[in-house]
């Protein structure tokens, strides 16, 4: 883990702050990030783009991802950012090295900060952990790999396809989602952490974490990246309000609705 | 519903049969309408396309809906088609007419066939008719108009946004299609027709079907398509079997496997 290769820390750190942050996701998910950068207090301004003429990002190939992550950094190559954040976990499986060999300035994504954050909990090895991603995430094992060259072995990676649904469907709680969790969890042992590997699967949290009668640890890839920008030189933001701008493929409006309710 | 500008029927007839027909879906739900297409020997050769790496289109604007479908048009222009049916509602609900404005051949949609299956049904006016579709298709309108023109006053139209990840999730049966269904069904008098309109629901017909205790009639876009093209001079094809060939604009191997599992 090459944290130099990462962000590049300026002689003078006072004056090369970065304060406006780009942050990419498929859709509205990457609203989780944002909420967790705000109450963080991190970067003056936030230019959000959601890709949701062709959300969602999960269910497609590496190759369909990675070509829509290039195109959404030719979008933000026209506002002058210090740092892009791909708060996708897909993408961030997949889209990070081309990213950064085309992007010009620092590119983070969310599944290094959240392996960071596990680390820094000081579980036990011996702790089980249970990794929840969409099927590129997971698919892509970059959770996995991370995780057990922390020395975690007992370890188990799942894809709950229907949870993105659930809670773009507004359903964060009740029958449906006793019985959706009871579908995926029902034979899996419970586990000491949960990642937390979809930024759609902070709203069902508590549901996810009342699952399980141990209450394992979760881990939220807004707060890991938060964490994570604060630790890589971040501060918080000059101005009392953070500006936040929001872009996106189709129907921004229906995005800026989702951001009043959810931020 | 003016016939003769849907198909521009040849002076002779045994010489213009259409038997190569073009089948544009969103992903993979299309190939339920492919199935009661071989199942009625239509057509000697079928082109699919599936636009796998922009599927759903379901909870996408008109706009974007009909610029993937112009899109789609251009590819099918590279084949040498009869005709075109869109299998998917939420494109037959927004981009026929666009789609019809370019593409030199005829272009079928999936709804008007629905509308007319049901008034072939023969029920009486006073029945009462639940039309299922995707937030687009719903959205649109163009059931519902269609529907109260034949004279049903009696109408309601509805989302289930849940009903297209569980059957890609191969939810056929179970807890959470129980629930789902109760989720959406609940407060709906029991009808005695469904349209069901959203080439993923007939994976769940039964179950739709099996939730109200009169066992509604339902109506299928693939049966009902597929009976509209032979009213309009669609004859089974001279070959014995259907030559099938299917791409995708992502992964066309996962859609040729489904292919397998559905044909």
């Known amino acids: 883990m090459k944290k130099s290769s990462i962000i590049h820390h300026p002689s003078s750190i006072t004056l090369n702050i970065p304060t406006k942050v780009g942050i990419f996701d498929s859709g509205a998910g990457g609203l989780t990030v944002v909420k967790s950068l705000m109450e963080h207090g991190l970067f003056d301004e936030i230019v959000y783009y959601g890709d949701t003429a062709r959300v969602p990002y999960g269910t497609k190939d590496p190759a369909t991802i990675t070509r829509y992550a290039l195109e959404a950094l030719e979008f933000f190559k026209n506002f002058d950012i210090d740092l892009l954040v791909t708060a996708c976990n897909s993408v961030s499986a997949h889209a990070i ?82 019985s959706t969790l009871d579908y995926y969890f029902k034979e899996i042992p419970s586990p000491d952490a949960i990642i937390l590997g979809c930024t ?64």
């Open 200 to 263: 759609h699967f902070p709203l069902i949290a508590d549901a996810i974490r009342d699952y399980f009668p141990n209450r394992p640890l979760l881990i939220h890839s807004g707060e890991a990246i938060a964490q994570h920008l604060e630790r890589n030189g971040c501060k918080p933001g000059i101005t009392e309000e953070t500006k936040l701008t929001i872009f996106a493929s189709e129907n921004p409006d229906a995005l800026k609705q989702i951001a009043k309710k959810w931020l």
């Open 97 to 178: 090295p081309e990213l950064r060999a085309n992007a010009g300035f620092p590119v983070y994504g969310v599944i290094e900060p959240g392996i960071l954050a596990l680390e820094n909990a000081g579980l036990p090895h011996s702790s089980r952990i249970l990794v929840l991603g969409t099927r590129a995430t997971v698919g892509s094992g970059r959770y996995q790999r991370g995780i057990k060259e922390l020395g975690f072995e007992n370890l188990q990676a799942l894809s709950p396809s229907l949870f993105v649904p659930l809670v773009e469907e507004g359903i964060f709680e009740g029958a449906i989602l006793k």
